[in-house]
C-alpha cells in the first residue's frame, strides 16, 4: 500500500481547518491533494481529535497482533 504524503495528525488538522470555515477548494490547493482525497479524510477521520486518533491505532495494531497470533 502506498505510504501517504501526511501524517494522520496532519489529516486531522487540515479537517479541522475545514470545519473552521476554510474552503475546501482552497485547502486542496494550498496542501497539494484532490477534493476526493478530502472527503476520503472526512469519512475516516472526520470529528477526531489526536485521542481517538490514538485509540484508533492502538485498536488496529492489537487486531493486527490477533491475527498473526492466530495464524489465519
Given at each position: 500500500m502506498k505510504k501517504?504524503?501526511?501524517?494522520?495528525?496532519?489529516?486531522i488538522a487540515i479537517l479541522n481547518q475545514a470545519e473552521a470555515g476554510?474552503?475546501?477548494n482552497d485547502l486542496c490547493r494550498d496542501h497539494?491533494?484532490?477534493?476526493?482525497?478530502f472527503y476520503k479524510w472526512k469519512?475516516?477521520?472526520g470529528g477526531m481529535d489526536a485521542s481517538q486518533l490514538a485509540r484508533l491505532?492502538?485498536?488496529i495494531s492489537f487486531h493486527f497482533?490477533?491475527?498473526l497470533s492466530l495464524g489465519s
Open positions: 501517504s504524503r501526511f501524517t494522520e495528525h496532519q489529516i476554510v474552503a475546501v497539494g491533494f484532490s477534493k476526493s482525497t469519512a475516516k477521520y491505532r492502538a485498536h497482533r490477533l491475527v
